[in-house]
């Protein structure tokens, strides 16, 4: 029995493309009963919405850098991201939480406030709400300039320690490091907090 190309019988498919935040997802659903468009919709979250990290980032030391800054995730709901971390469950050999960043510019550094740029790796073995630190929260570098879009990038690693991470039931959190230097002996400490929505 041949399947046609067209018309009953056939798995009809779409494709849906959401973007926003320089966040890119591109999902296709195929289904005979044209039933795959709806579930795309469903597991997208109303409108095609994802939950956002809204964080404030403060570092001290050698760099003074600080603002705000907002973080789309790929996971639906604030609760989901509570549940199981900032990644989707299928895309990781278990959950992870990262610490939100800015959307990166052309591979660069996000904008934290306009004014500086902040990106890091830094992300906890996720079990649920909790604190984490020593070894359930790992990470190598953090990028930080003082002067968003300029050269002077500083690309910081952990000397003692990686930091902790705290997650509330509502997703949101913080992220506290200290003594992370960069090639040139720079020195920095800082904080991230966050808050989700949905």
Do not use: C, R
């Given at each position: 029995m041949s399947v046609p190309a067209f018309g009953p019988g056939r798995p009809r498919c779409m494709g849906l493309l959401v973007s926003g935040f320089l966040v890119?997802?591109?999902a296709a659903a195929c289904s005979s009963g044209g039933g795959g468009a709806s579930a795309v919709v469903k597991a997208l979250g109303?409108?095609?919405?994802?939950?956002?990290?809204?964080?404030?980032?403060?570092?001290?030391?050698?760099?003074?850098?600080?603002?705000?800054?907002?973080?789309?995730?790929?996971?639906?709901t604030c609760a989901e991201v509570a549940a199981?971390?900032?990644?989707?469950?299928?895309?990781?050999?278990?959950?992870?939480?990262?610490?939100?960043?800015?959307?990166?510019?052309?591979?660069?550094?996000?904008s934290v406030g306009g004014a500086n740029s902040f990106t890091t790796d830094v992300a906890a073995t996720y079990k649920g709400p909790g604190s984490y630190s020593g070894g359930q929260v790992n990470g190598t570098q953090i990028w930080v300039d003082p002067i968003a879009g300029d050269e002077?990038?500083?690309?910081?690693?952990?000397?003692?320690?990686?930091?902790?991470?705290?997650?509330?039931?509502?997703?949101?959190?913080?992220?506290?490091?200290?003594?992370?230097?960069?090639?040139?002996?720079?020195?920095?400490?800082?904080t991230v907090t966050w808050a989700c929505s949905d």
């Open positions: 890119l997802v591109v109303p409108a095609g919405s994802f939950a956002v990290l809204h964080a404030k980032l403060t570092v001290t030391g050698g760099l003074g850098v600080s603002g705000s800054y907002d973080d789309q995730l790929s996971v639906v199981h971390g900032t990644t989707p469950q299928d895309l990781n050999n278990g959950d992870l939480f990262y610490v939100p960043t800015p959307p990166q510019k052309n591979g660069n550094p996000g002077e990038t500083h690309n910081f690693a952990p000397v003692a320690g990686v930091g902790s991470m705290t997650v509330n039931a509502d997703a949101s959190g913080s992220y506290d490091f200290s003594g992370w230097q960069d090639p040139g002996s720079v020195t920095i400490s800082g």
